[in-house]
């Protein structure tokens, strides 16, 4: 599954007596460097910066110059917009720098485990795209938001697995796009974690599930979760994520079954942190003794939005 990020900021100055909103900037883009694309594979403690420096931000960037001020931060809102295209699942972070923490201009921002290691990075930009200031003095707190996103590719696509030496076609496609738990974005966490994460799946045999869900549904019937759920070493500038389940001869499914003819093979993912759901349909059926484990292996891939 191939997945998608971006980002934008929004920075608000405060008087510090009074409380009073003085500046906003209102939400602008941010440039994901290739080492953010890396720390998608690695869990970190985020941390946003201000800076002075004026240099345009690259993708090859890996840190931030004329260093103001620094601050951590906690979630704040997230959800879902699937009401219209372009949909996306998102999760907001706000940093709030105390009063009189930074004085000076602030010309850009970004947020990363260091000030050496960014994930993210923007020159402050006017309504226009123009490059903007924002002065702050002694009296003055500034409260900045990051929003991380999760586009939401909506569209089927297809391939082929090799089971026991058998290749099936499949298709595959997005499910319950409108769940921000499992399409919500969690900055600073490495794609693939989770504590409940699990793969389901659906055998025609036993629950009549015959073909994939709708984007904001599942497929029909009662489903079997994985016994057992994991994910191999992220490895550097692959921006992939391999992942596998696993479903023992234990399970309930395959009981006193000598042979079990898994029919039509539905089968989706869950909750694995930013991975979103999907839904995956076999071309054929898989037979499967009482004395084997069913394993299936895919991985998440992930770039920049388009």
Known sequence: MHLQFSGRYRLQVFHGD???????????????????????????????????????PTTSDTSIAGVLASATGLNGAGG????????????????????GAIQGTIRQVAIGSSDTNLF????LTAVDGSPTTLTLSGVDRLTLTYELRQCINTGDFSGSIDINGTTFDYAGRACEIDDASYWRPSLGMAMGTSTSGNARLYCSLRTGATALGTVLTNPNG?????????????????????MWSEWYDTLGLLTNINAF????????????????????????SVEKTQ????????AYTWGRCA
Request: hydrophobic residues 35%; proline residues 3%.
């Open 120 to 123: 993210s990075k923007a020159l």
């Open 18 to 56: 009074t409380d009073i909103l003085l500046k906003d900037t209102g939400w602008f883009d941010n440039l994901i460097t290739d080492n953010g694309l890396n720390l998608l594979g690695a869990d970190y403690t985020p941390r946003c910066y201000v800076g002075s420096d004026s240099a345009t």
């Open 291 to 298: 004395y084997q484990k069913l394993r299936i292996e895919w």
């Open 80 to 99: 879902v917009q699937v009401s219209s295209a372009p949909y996306y699942g998102y999760m907001q972070r706000s940093f709030v720098f105390s009063i």
């Open 261 to 284: 003819d898994l029919g039509t093979l539905l089968f989706t993912t869950t909750t694995f942190s930013m991975g979103g759901r999907w839904q995956f349909l076999l071309d054929g």
């Open 222 to 242: 009662t489903t079997v979760a994985s016994s057992l759920s994991g994910k191999d070493a992220y490895v550097a500038n692959s921006y992939t994520m391999p």
